[in-house]
Each structure stands twice: as C-alpha cells, then as structure tokens.
C-alpha cells in the first residue's frame, strides 16, 4: 500500500475544503496540506450554488438583523453562539474572497452588490449573477494554487478514517485511475464531502452527493447532528430536478397557481404586494413555501404536467435584459430542460430535496467530538442552520466555518506532538483494503446497486418527505433497514482496477444506506413539526420535549441509537416564526 | 411521455482487458426529454455496470461529462436527445489518451492550467478591514466572459492545435490567463506572459476558432487568445522605444 | 499497475478533412495562398511597366489572355473567401467595450464591409473604370 505522510488530510476540495486548505497554508506554511477528493475540485457541487452569500455590508444593515433572520429561520434549533459568530466573520470571508478575485455583482459606485433572499429582512445576499457557487468555487480553487504547501490528490475516494486510540490521524483512500489503496497518514483530518441530497430520487444534488464523509464519521462514532431535517427548496424545475435559484424571487419571481393565484398569501406569507416585500410572500423561507405547495396539491390546485404536478414562476415581468443579467443560467436551464424561456412564458417549478441541514456533530470550531477530526461544510453540523436553512447562509457558513476547521487544525496539530501508533494505523489501513477487496472476492451476490438504491430513493420519498407522520416513518424505517440488510450481499459487477465506477456507486451506496437510515430514525423519533420536519400527527412546535439537538450513533447491527443535546441559546428566546406583512 | 428506442453506439476501452478501443453498442429505451447522459445512466443502472464515465451536476456547470457526441464535443447533460436521430455514436473527448471507456486523463490540461497563475496578483496586499476593491460594473464586464470557463475540456478536443502539439497551454488555460490580466484588481500580466505569451503559448494558436464553437458556456477562448496577442505584439514593439524594457 | 491509457494517433497530414470547421479553415489558410501569388503578379508587372512599354504590353497580353482570365476569376474567388472569413472573425480578436456594452459583433462586421465598400468604389476611381 502506498503511504502519503502529511500534517493535515482534507476529505473533500469543494467550498469549504478548499477554504480549509488555504486558511491551513496561511496560518502555517510549513504544515503538510492533503486535499483529498473523489473528483476535481472545480466539479464538486458548491459549483452549482446559484443564488448567493448572505453578508452584512450595507448600512441599514446590522449583524443583529442578521442573527435574527438566521436564528428565526431555524425555527430556534440554531445554536445561538454559532450563529453569532457567523454573522460576525461572514463579511470578512466574503470580502476575503473579493480579494481573491471573485466577480461579484457591483453597484454602479464599484461596491458590491446585494439582492434580497427568503426569510431575509433586509437585502444582503451577495451575488454573481446566478454562478455564484461556480464563481467562489473557481476562485477558491485557483487561488488554492498559490500555495504550495497544499498537495491535491484529484479524483482519490476515501473510504475510512484512521483512528488510533480514539484519536484521528488519517484516511485510506482508493486512487481512482489505478484502484490502488493509499494510505495518508498525518496528525488530524478535517471532513468537507459535502451533503447527502442523492439518498432522495428528486434532488437539485449532483451525483457526487452521497453522504460519504458523514458515513465515514458516523461509523467511526461521531453523532450525526439533526438528520431529520432535510430542506426541499421550492423551485426545481420538474423531471431534472435542476434549481432555479431563490435570487428568480429575490429579483421579484412569482409564484401562481393554475388559476394565476400568488397562493402563498393564503398562508400566512401574505400581503400580496406588487413589489417585493422582504420576508413575505415569494420571499418566505424555504420551508414554508414548500409546505405551501403540498396544500396547494392537496386542494387541486397545482397544475398537472407531464412530470407531476406544478406551480407556476412567473417572472416575464422582469424583462429580458434583467433576466440576461441577473438570472443568465436560470434562463438557459429553462429553456432547454422545460421548453420555458422565462422571458416570455410562465416556467412550471415544484419543491425538489436540495440540502441537509443536519451532519457531523461539530462545535464552534468545527471540531467534532472525536480528537483530530474537524467537519465543516454541508457535511457538518455547527448548527447555525438549525431546523430550516436560509437562503444565502450555505456558501457563508462553508467559507467561515471552513477556514475556522482549517485554524483550528492548526493549533492541534501544535499542540500533539509527535504521535505513536503508525504501524497500528498500517494495520488497519490493511483492514479496509481488505474489506475493498473481498467486495471484489464475493460471489454470488444478489443484490444490484440500482435496485438497492432506487428502494432507498422511493423509501425516503414516501415516509421522508415534507410531511410525515407516524405510520409512513414507521414503515420507512423499516423498508431502509430492510435496504441495509439487503446491501451485505450486494453484488460487484465490475471486477477491474482501473476507474471502477461500480465500485464506487457501491461504496457511495453503503454511506448512503447509513445517512438514510438517520433521517428516518431521526424523524420518527422527533414527535414535534419544527421547521423542515412537518409532522401530520404532531402538528405544533413543542419546545419543551424536543429544543433539542438530535444525535444519531452508528449501531453496525441494528438502528441507530438516538440520544439528545442542548441547544445552545444566548440572546433569543424561542417565540413564533413571523413572516408575511406581520414580520414588518 | 413518449419512448424512443435509442441505439448507442459507445467506445469501450478496459485497459486491463482490452489493446485497444472498440464499439458497443446499447439498445436504449429513451424518454423524449432525456439527455444523453440519462441515457448512459440507464445502461449503467440497468444494462450494463462496467461502462465507466464522468459526470455529477446535471446542469451544464460541473464540466464532468465532456464526451464526444457523433464526433462533437459535447456536454453529455446538455445533449438533448430531440436533437439527434435513432443512432448516436460516444466517444471519449479526443486529443487526450483514454483512461478507460469514456474516461480520459486530464493531467495535462490541470499543469498547464496551473502554469498561468489564475488567480489575482495585487499591486499591494489590501487589508480585509478596508473592505473590497471598487470594481465597476463595466470593469466587472470587461474579464466576466473569461471567467465563465467550467473546465470541461470540450475546447482541447477541438483544437487542431492541441492534438498537433501538444505542449501548447490550449484554449481554457489561456482565456483564464487572459480573465485575470483584465481584472481591474491584478497586476500580474507581466508574471503570465513568459507562459502566455511564448512560442507554446498564444503564439502556437492558429485561430481555427473551433475552441469557442463547441465552448458551451460562451467564453470564447479564441477571441482571447487573439486579443492577447494583440497586446502582447503592443508590448514587444513599444518595448524597442526609448524607455522601453529591451 | 493496472494503467494502460491509450493514445489516439492524430495524423500530421490528414487532420483537417475530419471536419467541416477544419476544412473551413484550410479554404481560408490556402486563400491566401492565392492573395500572395497575386501580389506577385501585380509587383511583376509594376516591374514590366519600369522596363517599358514593350515589357507592359507583353505583361497585359498575358494578364488579359484566357488563362490570364480564369487565373483572375480564381483569384478574386479567393480574395473574396479570404476577406469575409477574416471580417467574420474579426469581433473576436477586436472586442470593443463601450461602458458596460460590448459592441455587437455585427457592427463591426458590418463596419469593415464598408469601409471594404468605400475603398473599393475609390480605387476604381482613381483607376478610372467607374
């Protein structure tokens, strides 16, 4: 086995990998950086973030509106010191990036532009146009190459993490092009894969979207944070799943139904205002306009299609050189996947699984409970998001919290020393390659990897979705472990070394069986409708039994135990969620 | 929503099986919407799970799924079935060696991406306190084109150039160079041009001009290429001037 | 090691007949093959012209004979190949910002035709023919 000897193993060279790297490079040059990731960073999926980074900039704007909107959003699951310094170090990152590079949209003065988002007071998204994800992403990436200290290992899959005496030291990983295992040995590790939005079948989420980090740590026995709560966004496009970015209503997007009703002021969203009224109407957070349309679908009052049924975005009244400028690839998705050029006609939309907000259970300092591992990114769990993210707050929080995760690194690695225990690490990377290859040795295996997976999908789709209750919990639940019963004897049908992208699918397929099986027990067992878990059997907020965090531990034989946090609550008391012309 | 029988002509390389590529072909039952990479991921979920491709986005941004498509380069998501007939023939990008089936190496375009230093070089290092750099919307205008590029690749397929000789930066790499020499927030042109503006550089570009035909995001390569050699031409004669740098 | 990639030969010679955009650009590189051999002829016969009359009207005979004519019509089908392909690519290597528009690419196409146009109505001019 070949063996990578480094200071700091990265899992994962998206957004907040890759701001990880850098802030690692910064704080010490002389620290050994490996970016370890299944694809080439400009492919991983903050790529496709369209809409923008919520920041405080502007004048009227102030970090207490900022913290509120956030902390409300989250329906008062956030942790309160989280989100605080979040909107603290947001606009310094953001400006940060500017820095670097990143084209973002400018006032004619040369400042920054900012756009309003959903849930958001007041207008302080930052935006390039609709690639705001693909810019930063680019940008992180190129700038990463001023560093030398940072060694990239493109298109390299991890499959577990090397743990000795409790504390984490490395990866093995399995280089993609030959199938040869790696080992990289080094004093801590930071996780940034990313969410997990392929364990659903409708999701704006790329392929590469499958839980891997999250798995790894959870079987290594850190808690997977708050995994029922799973944000569909309202807008993507039928069939693909394709987003169109909330930035279609911050730029004054509406939503109609088949009578050309801005429905969402039947619920508590309204007044209707021609223009855009910040928090209200097209402007709600996500959850509650993706729990709009479900009513609306129950009341017969969504249009069918031949996709399933539809509402309508309706933004030909923003005109064409506004949608040219602002919403570029809304446009040209529109066009080519649906036939709708947002110009001219109405574009059909329905709420599609889009992020966790959930994942590995981190502090502050994106350090999780286990010595030498740090998440940070969709894959983590901090929590500022807490039961429903808003728009805007994602890019945010993988740039602060992965350059925290990158300091942070820095001072443990300072503080460790030298470590003992290399050859029982060799050991157990021996152990993993084993398990890889008697994946290759296995014969006669009966379950196919499209089948366990499309079960998995359906599964989530009709127990997990964004309402649920009891009995279709119950079953889902049952219908999973069923799934993870089933892959032990999932069969490889590729036998080959070389870009064996079977294997992969079945190793990504195994993390996603156990991340599936935390949302749905997590949500079972969450007897309460908080933010994005809408239960139909318990419809209230129930602040007494469940202002709490959820943590699920891995259990290799049966359902994951759950146990509770606190939620971390400094200067906003839980009250009721106010939008509409009553949030004024 | 209607089926359409699809024949999928795709070329098969197992390096550790094979000596050399072959076709096989997939019989494929399409829906009228799909892309062609939904086609390809049906044969892999349920024809046959050793055919090895990139691809992760689904929307025309991750630049994974460059394939050649009856001969073009293409985005697998963004080759919409309509627009083909019965029989549609894949095949790895040409001008870089195949890794396996559809699968090619891209180190080379990765060092030569590298050796451009994309990313900003400031006159002076601002402190993040003193807020952003002021930057126009018209100075925004004048790079934003050039930094559209997602990296996939379809531009080096589709240079002559590039599959002549290969030591040329290409296409991609040198619209990024060119994206950053027109960032009103650098000042690093002189530290790109050995690279850019050398024999393996711009000067290597005959202006087929099929880079920016098959670009799918519009950057336009060509045009930067040439633009480039317009100033560096600008730079080498001003240079023999009194106060010039020769 | 499990890797084996394979290289795909690209012939040196053939190249440009794989596709249509390539054998474009061929017809334009070889157009001007036809420009330069043109100008040669006129320098010849500027030459002719400074050896005397005898040596121009021997020059104006051959330039007027048939092969002379078709040789002419090839020539001015090239010349024409040669000038629209390079007015047709010119937007992109001459990219004119305005504020925050670009120039449309048309326009300056357009512009080149007739500035093309003028130039030419006063060479004939100044050649007397119109």
């Excluded at chain 1, 790529?47 to 980074?53: N, Q």
């Excluded at chain 1, 700038?143 to 490395?170: H, N, P, W």
């Excluded at chain 1, 079977?502 to 067992?525: F, K, N, R």
Aim: contains cysteine.
């Amino acid at each position: 086995m070949k063996v990578v000897n480094t200071d700091i193993v990265i899992i994962g060279a998206g957004g907040a990998g890759l701001r990880a790297a850098i802030a690692v490079a910064e704080a010490d040059p002389t620290l050994n950086i490996a970016l370890v990731s299944k694809v080439y960073p400009m492919r991983s999926h903050t790529c496709a973030a369209e809409g923008g980074a919520a920041g405080v900039v502007k004048e009227s704007d102030s970090l207490d509106y900022h913290f509120n909107d956030t902390v409300s959003g989250g329906d008062w699951l956030t942790d309160q010191d989280a989100v605080e310094l979040f909107v603290n170090e947001i606009p310094k990152e953001l400006t940060q990036l500017e820095h670097w590079g990143c084209p973002w949209s400018r006032e004619d003065t040369g400042k920054v532009a900012v756009r309003p988002f959903g849930g958001m007071k007041i207008m302080r998204t930052w935006y390039a146009a609709d690639k705001t994800g693909f810019h930063m992403l680019h940008t992180l990436f190129q700038t990463s190459l001023k560093y030398s200290s940072i060694r990239r290992f493109d298109e390299f899959y991890t499959t577990d993490l090397m743990i000795d005496d409790g504390v984490c030291r490395g990866c093995t990983a399995i280089e993609m092009r030959s199938g040869e295992m790696t080992l990289f040995l080094g004093k801590t590790v930071i996780i940034c894969s990313g969410g997990a939005g392929r364990i659903f079948p409708f999701t704006t989420n790329g392929a590469i979207k499958t839980g891997d980090g999250m798995a790894m740590a959870y079987r290594a026995g850190v808690p997977l944070k708050d995994m029922e709560f799973v944000q569909y966004h309202p807008t993507g496009l039928p069939g693909s799943g394709i987003l169109l970015t909330e930035g279609c209503r911050g730029e004054g997007g509406l939503l109609v139904n088949k009578d050309g009703y801005r429905y969402l002021q039947d619920y508590d969203l309204g007044p209707p205002d021609p223009w855009p009224r910040l928090k209200a109407m097209e402007l709600g957070p996500r959850d509650r306009l993706s729990q709009a349309f479900y009513h609306e679908q129950k009341k017969g009052r969504t249009i069918p299609s031949k996709w399933g049924d539809v509402v309508h975005l309706d933004m030909r009244h923003l005109g064409e050189k506004k949608i040219n400028e602002r919403l570029p690839l809304v446009r040209d998705l529109s066009r080519s996947y649906v036939g709708a050029d947002p110009v001219t006609d109405l574009v059909p939309v329905r709420p599609v699984v889009h992020y966790m907000m959930g994942g590995i259970h981190t502090d502050i300092n994106a350090a999780t409970p286990m010595s030498g591992l740090y998440a940070a990114g969709e894959c983590a769990c901090v929590s500022i998001n807490g039961a429903n993210r808003l728009g805007s707050n994602s890019l945010g929080e993988l740039l602060v919290f992965g350059a925290r995760a990158g300091r942070h690194a820095v001072e443990y690695v300072k503080t460790v020393g030298t470590l003992e225990g290399d050859a029982r690490i060799e050991k157990q990377a021996g152990d993993a390659e084993s398990r890889i290859k008697s994946l290759f040795k296995r014969t006669g295996g009966k379950q196919r990897v499209a089948a366990l997976r499309r079960d998995m999908n359906m599964t989530l789709e009709e127990g997990c979705g964004i309402y649920r209750d009891e009995n279709s919990l119950i079953d889902t639940c049952t219908r999973i472990a069923d799934v993870r019963a089933r892959y032990r004897d999932v069969r490889l049908e590729d036998k080959s070394n070389v870009y064996n992208t079977d294997l992969y699918q079945t190793l990504e397929l195994g993390a996603m069986i156990e991340v599936a099986q935390t949302v749905a027990i997590s949500a079972l067992q969450r007897k309460e409708s908080r933010g994005a878990h809408q239960r139909l059997d318990f419809t209230a907020r129930d602040d007494e039994n469940y202002l709490k965090h959820t943590m699920a531990f891995y259990n290799p034989n049966g359902d994951p135990r759950i146990d509770y946090a606190d939620v971390t609550i400094t200067k906003s008391q839980p009250a009721a969620r106010v939008y509409g012309g009553a949030a004024a | 929503m209607s089926e359409r029988q699809i024949e999928l002509e795709v070329l098969r390389y197992r390096p550790e099986m094979d000596d050399k590529p072959f076709f096989q072909t997939y019989s494929v039952p399409c829906q009228e919407e799909w892309v062609v990479l939904d086609a390809l991921n049906y044969v892999k979920d349920e024809m046959d799970r050793t055919l090895s491709y990139r691809w992760s986005c689904h929307m025309f941004v991750c630049g994974s799924c460059g394939m050649a498509i009856n001969g073009e380069p293409k985005l697998a998501c963004k080759a919409f079935l309509r627009d083909y007939q019965t029989k549609i023939r894949i095949e790895p990008l040409s001008n870089f060696p195949i890794e396996r089936d559809l699968v090619i190496v891209q180190d080379d375009f990765i060092e030569k991406l590298e050796s451009v230093k994309p990313y900003i070089i400031p006159k002076q290092e601002k402190p993040i306190d003193q807020g952003e750099y002021l930057q126009t919307p018209a100075q925004l205008k004048a790079y934003k084109q050039y930094s559209m590029c997602i990296n996939c690749l379809l531009c080096y397929s589709a240079c002559p150039q590039y599959a002549l000789e290969e030591k040329f930066i290409g296409p991609a790499a040198l619209a990024l160079a060119h994206r950053y020499n027109m960032d009103s927030r650098d000042v690093g042109r002189s530290a790109r041009e050995h690279v850019v503006a050398s024999h393996d550089g711009i000067w290597a570009c005959s202006f087929v001009g099929a880079c920016s035909q098959v670009c799918p995001k519009d950057v336009d390569p060509a045009g930067a290429i040439q633009q480039v050699k317009f100033t560096s031409a600008v730079d080498y004669l001003t240079s023999f001037l009194p106060g010039g740098k020769r | 090691m499990s890797r084996k990639p394979y290289h795909r030969e690209v012939s040196k010679t053939t190249w440009f007949l794989k596709q249509s955009r390539y054998q474009h650009y061929m017809l334009h590189e070889i157009s001007s093959v036809f420009v330069a051999i043109y100008v040669g002829v006129l320098i010849v016969g500027l030459f002719r012209l400074a050896q005397g009359p005898e040596a121009w009207s021997g020059w104006l005979a051959a330039v007027t004979s048939p092969i002379g004519v078709i040789f002419h019509i090839l020539v001015f089908i090239f010349s024409i190949i040669h000038t629209t392909s390079w007015f047709k690519a010119v937007p992109q290597a001459m990219r004119i910002q305005r504020g925050e528009e670009i120039v449309p690419g048309n326009l300056i196409i357009g512009a080149h035709y007739g500035v093309w146009a003028v130039v030419s109505v006063v060479v004939l001019l100044v050649a007397g023919v119109a």
